[in-house]
Protein backbone atom coordinates (compact mmCIF):
# COMPACT_ATOMS: atom_id res chain seq x y z
CA UNK A 1 0.00 0.00 0.00
CA UNK A 2 1.52 3.62 -1.25
CA UNK A 3 2.01 6.06 1.22
CA UNK A 4 0.15 9.15 0.86
CA UNK A 5 3.56 10.74 -0.41
CA UNK A 6 3.79 8.32 -2.73
CA UNK A 7 -0.17 8.89 -4.31
CA UNK A 8 0.55 12.56 -4.27
CA UNK A 9 3.76 12.43 -6.75
CA UNK A 10 1.95 9.23 -8.70
CA UNK A 11 -0.83 11.90 -9.61
CA UNK A 12 -0.67 12.88 -13.24
CA UNK A 13 1.14 16.47 -13.60
CA UNK A 14 -1.90 19.01 -14.66
CA UNK A 15 -4.12 17.64 -11.79
CA UNK A 16 -1.82 17.12 -9.43
CA UNK A 17 -0.85 21.19 -9.53
CA UNK A 18 -4.27 22.05 -9.63
CA UNK A 19 -5.38 20.67 -6.89
CA UNK A 20 -2.82 21.56 -4.87
CA UNK A 21 -3.07 25.22 -6.00
CA UNK A 22 -6.76 24.37 -4.71
CA UNK A 23 -6.12 23.32 -1.29
CA UNK A 24 -3.02 26.00 -0.41
CA UNK A 25 -5.76 28.85 -1.21
CA UNK A 26 -8.52 27.55 0.53
CA UNK A 27 -6.31 26.58 3.69
CA UNK A 28 -4.83 30.31 3.62
CA UNK A 29 -8.66 31.46 3.61
CA UNK A 30 -9.99 29.52 6.28
CA UNK A 31 -6.68 30.17 8.05
CA UNK A 32 -7.83 33.91 7.08
CA UNK A 33 -4.62 34.46 6.43
CA UNK A 34 -6.14 36.01 3.12
CA UNK A 35 -9.78 37.40 2.78
CA UNK A 36 -11.28 35.61 -0.45
CA UNK A 37 -12.40 39.05 -1.31
CA UNK A 38 -8.86 39.59 -2.68
CA UNK A 39 -8.73 36.76 -4.98
CA UNK A 40 -12.69 36.92 -6.43
CA UNK A 41 -13.35 37.73 -10.11
CA UNK A 42 -14.17 41.56 -10.05
CA UNK A 43 -13.89 42.92 -13.56
CA UNK A 44 -14.16 46.50 -11.79
CA UNK A 45 -11.00 45.81 -10.11
CA UNK A 46 -9.20 43.68 -13.20
CA UNK A 47 -9.68 46.33 -15.95
CA UNK A 48 -10.13 49.48 -13.95
CA UNK A 49 -7.44 48.68 -10.88
CA UNK A 50 -5.02 46.49 -13.17
CA UNK A 51 -5.92 44.03 -10.75
CA UNK A 52 -5.41 40.64 -13.43
CA UNK A 53 -4.68 37.89 -11.16
CA UNK A 54 -7.98 38.11 -10.37
CA UNK A 55 -8.47 36.04 -13.78
CA UNK A 56 -6.17 33.11 -12.08
CA UNK A 57 -7.04 33.63 -8.60
CA UNK A 58 -11.20 32.90 -8.58
CA UNK A 59 -10.29 29.86 -10.14
CA UNK A 60 -8.55 28.50 -6.89
CA UNK A 61 -11.07 29.05 -4.34
CA UNK A 62 -13.58 25.86 -3.45
CA UNK A 63 -15.12 27.39 -0.84
CA UNK A 64 -13.77 27.42 2.91
CA UNK A 65 -12.83 23.95 4.39
CA UNK A 66 -16.25 21.77 4.61
CA UNK A 67 -18.09 19.08 3.23
CA UNK A 68 -18.74 20.21 0.03
CA UNK A 69 -15.03 21.15 -0.14
CA UNK A 70 -14.13 17.54 0.40
CA UNK A 71 -16.66 16.65 -2.17
CA UNK A 72 -15.10 18.74 -4.97
CA UNK A 73 -11.18 17.78 -3.94
CA UNK A 74 -12.55 14.11 -4.22
CA UNK A 75 -13.67 15.42 -7.83
CA UNK A 76 -10.39 16.42 -8.66
CA UNK A 77 -8.53 13.69 -7.35
CA UNK A 78 -10.88 11.20 -8.74
CA UNK A 79 -12.43 12.12 -11.85
CA UNK A 80 -9.92 14.77 -13.14
CA UNK A 81 -7.19 12.04 -12.63
CA UNK A 82 -9.10 9.31 -14.60
CA UNK A 83 -9.47 11.96 -17.36
CA UNK A 84 -5.79 13.03 -17.67
CA UNK A 85 -4.64 8.86 -17.02
CA UNK A 86 -6.74 7.44 -19.43
CA UNK A 87 -8.52 9.85 -22.02
CA UNK A 88 -5.44 12.16 -22.04
CA UNK A 89 -2.93 9.39 -21.70
CA UNK A 90 0.26 10.52 -22.97
CA UNK A 91 -1.60 14.32 -24.34
CA UNK A 92 -0.63 16.30 -21.37
CA UNK A 93 -0.51 19.18 -23.85
CA UNK A 94 -4.35 18.59 -24.81
CA UNK A 95 -5.08 18.24 -21.56
CA UNK A 96 -3.85 21.56 -20.12
CA UNK A 97 -5.95 23.11 -23.36
CA UNK A 98 -8.65 21.76 -22.45
CA UNK A 99 -8.39 23.08 -18.78
CA UNK A 100 -7.54 26.77 -20.31
CA UNK A 101 -10.50 25.78 -22.54
CA UNK A 102 -12.36 26.21 -19.74
CA UNK A 103 -11.47 28.49 -17.55
CA UNK A 104 -11.75 31.42 -20.49
CA UNK A 105 -15.48 30.19 -21.74
CA UNK A 106 -16.31 30.61 -17.59
CA UNK A 107 -14.68 34.06 -17.63
CA UNK A 108 -16.77 34.99 -21.08
CA UNK A 109 -19.73 33.67 -18.83
CA UNK A 110 -18.84 35.07 -16.23
CA UNK A 111 -18.83 38.52 -17.84
CA UNK A 112 -22.56 38.53 -18.65
CA UNK A 113 -23.71 40.18 -15.19
CA UNK A 114 -26.90 37.45 -14.56
CA UNK A 115 -24.55 34.56 -15.22
CA UNK A 116 -21.54 36.08 -13.32
CA UNK A 117 -19.92 34.25 -10.31
CA UNK A 118 -16.73 35.80 -8.22
CA UNK A 119 -15.20 32.18 -7.80
CA UNK A 120 -14.92 29.83 -10.79
CA UNK A 121 -13.17 26.85 -8.96
CA UNK A 122 -16.27 24.96 -8.49
CA UNK A 123 -17.45 25.64 -12.13
CA UNK A 124 -14.40 24.35 -13.50
CA UNK A 125 -14.50 21.35 -11.15
CA UNK A 126 -18.25 20.65 -12.55
CA UNK A 127 -16.49 20.77 -16.01
CA UNK A 128 -13.95 18.27 -15.61
CA UNK A 129 -16.61 16.30 -14.38
CA UNK A 130 -19.25 16.95 -17.01
CA UNK A 131 -16.43 15.48 -19.61
CA UNK A 132 -15.62 12.90 -17.77
CA UNK A 133 -19.11 11.97 -17.67
CA UNK A 134 -19.54 11.86 -21.41
CA UNK A 135 -15.88 10.02 -21.87
CA UNK A 136 -17.42 7.26 -19.21
CA UNK A 137 -20.70 7.37 -20.15
CA UNK A 138 -21.06 3.59 -19.25
CA UNK A 139 -19.31 3.39 -15.79
CA UNK A 140 -21.46 2.23 -12.64
CA UNK A 141 -22.00 4.98 -10.08
CA UNK A 142 -23.36 4.11 -6.53
CA UNK A 143 -24.25 7.12 -4.78
CA UNK A 144 -24.46 6.51 -0.88
CA UNK A 145 -24.99 2.98 -1.54
CA UNK A 146 -28.33 4.13 -1.86
CA UNK A 147 -28.78 4.12 -5.68
CA UNK A 148 -26.71 3.02 -8.79
CA UNK A 149 -26.83 5.08 -12.12
CA UNK A 150 -25.10 5.20 -14.79
CA UNK A 151 -22.26 7.83 -14.98
CA UNK A 152 -23.52 9.40 -17.97
CA UNK A 153 -26.16 11.47 -15.57
CA UNK A 154 -23.70 12.19 -12.87
CA UNK A 155 -23.71 15.69 -13.56
CA UNK A 156 -27.14 16.04 -13.18
CA UNK A 157 -27.45 14.15 -10.03
CA UNK A 158 -25.07 16.26 -8.43
CA UNK A 159 -26.47 19.22 -9.60
CA UNK A 160 -30.10 17.82 -8.14
CA UNK A 161 -28.50 17.31 -4.78
CA UNK A 162 -27.11 20.75 -5.06
CA UNK A 163 -30.85 21.92 -5.37
CA UNK A 164 -32.45 19.69 -2.40
CA UNK A 165 -29.48 20.72 0.16
CA UNK A 166 -29.86 24.57 -0.75
CA UNK A 167 -26.26 24.57 -1.90
CA UNK A 168 -26.24 27.26 -5.66
CA UNK A 169 -26.14 25.74 -8.62
CA UNK A 170 -24.98 28.42 -11.25
CA UNK A 171 -21.45 27.11 -10.26
CA UNK A 172 -23.05 23.86 -11.63
CA UNK A 173 -24.53 25.42 -14.37
CA UNK A 174 -21.68 27.21 -15.45
CA UNK A 175 -19.52 24.25 -15.68
CA UNK A 176 -21.78 21.84 -17.46
CA UNK A 177 -22.28 24.88 -20.23
CA UNK A 178 -18.51 25.09 -19.93
CA UNK A 179 -18.23 21.30 -20.70
CA UNK A 180 -20.46 20.87 -23.10
CA UNK A 181 -19.29 23.20 -25.27
CA UNK A 182 -15.64 21.85 -25.11
CA UNK A 183 -17.10 18.03 -25.80
CA UNK A 184 -19.42 19.48 -28.33
CA UNK A 185 -16.05 21.16 -30.20
CA UNK A 186 -13.99 18.23 -29.77
CA UNK A 187 -16.00 15.31 -30.16
CA UNK A 188 -19.63 15.59 -30.82
CA UNK A 189 -19.04 18.36 -33.81
CA UNK A 190 -16.25 16.35 -35.61
CA UNK A 191 -18.06 12.86 -35.24
CA UNK A 192 -21.11 14.20 -37.21
CA UNK A 193 -19.27 16.62 -39.81
CA UNK A 194 -15.45 15.30 -40.07
CA UNK A 195 -14.69 18.60 -39.49
CA UNK A 196 -12.81 20.45 -36.16
CA UNK A 197 -12.53 23.66 -35.29
CA UNK A 198 -10.61 23.65 -31.52
CA UNK A 199 -7.02 22.12 -31.82
CA UNK A 200 -4.64 22.77 -29.24
CA UNK A 201 -2.57 25.43 -29.79
CA UNK A 202 1.20 25.07 -30.39
CA UNK A 203 1.73 27.38 -28.01
CA UNK A 204 0.87 24.96 -25.31
CA UNK A 205 3.08 22.27 -26.16
CA UNK A 206 5.70 24.90 -25.53
CA UNK A 207 4.60 25.40 -21.99
CA UNK A 208 6.49 22.08 -20.78
CA UNK A 209 3.98 19.46 -21.51
CA UNK A 210 5.20 16.75 -24.07
CA UNK A 211 4.39 17.54 -27.70
CA UNK A 212 2.13 14.45 -28.14
CA UNK A 213 0.54 14.94 -31.66
CA UNK A 214 -2.23 12.15 -32.62
CA UNK A 215 -3.32 11.31 -36.26
CA UNK A 216 -6.47 12.40 -37.30
CA UNK A 217 -8.71 8.59 -36.65
CA UNK A 218 -10.97 7.42 -39.16
CA UNK A 219 -14.57 6.93 -38.05
CA UNK A 220 -15.93 3.49 -38.02
CA UNK A 221 -19.08 2.62 -39.47
CA UNK A 222 -20.61 2.08 -35.93
CA UNK A 223 -19.50 5.45 -34.36
CA UNK A 224 -21.15 7.77 -37.32
CA UNK A 225 -24.13 10.02 -35.17
CA UNK A 226 -27.32 9.03 -34.29
CA UNK A 227 -26.39 5.39 -33.24
CA UNK A 228 -26.23 5.77 -29.48
CA UNK A 229 -22.62 7.91 -29.17
CA UNK A 230 -24.15 10.32 -26.73
CA UNK A 231 -23.89 7.54 -24.16
CA UNK A 232 -20.38 5.62 -25.74
CA UNK A 233 -17.97 8.40 -24.65
CA UNK A 234 -15.44 9.28 -27.19
CA UNK A 235 -15.08 7.26 -30.14
CA UNK A 236 -11.63 9.04 -31.61
CA UNK A 237 -10.33 12.88 -30.74
CA UNK A 238 -9.09 14.98 -33.67
CA UNK A 239 -6.30 17.29 -33.00
CA UNK A 240 -3.31 18.51 -35.26
Known amino acids: MSSPGEYYLSLPPIIRAYGTACLAVTTVCSLQLLHPAYIALIYEDVFYRL ?8 FFFLGKFSINFGIRLLMIARYGVQLEQATFDRRTADFLWMMIFGGLTLLGLSAIPFLWNPFLGI ?4 MLLYVWSREFPNAQINMYGLV ?5 YLPWTMLALDV ?26 PLSTGRTYLKTPRWV ?16 PEQQPGTGTAFRGRSYRLSD
Do not use: M
Not at 165 to 184: K, R
Open 51 to 58: QVWRLFTS
Open 123 to 126: SLVF
Open 148 to 152: TFKAF
Open 205 to 220: YRIGAPAQVNSRAAVQ
Open 164 to 189: IFGSPILPDLLGIIAGHLYYFLTVLH
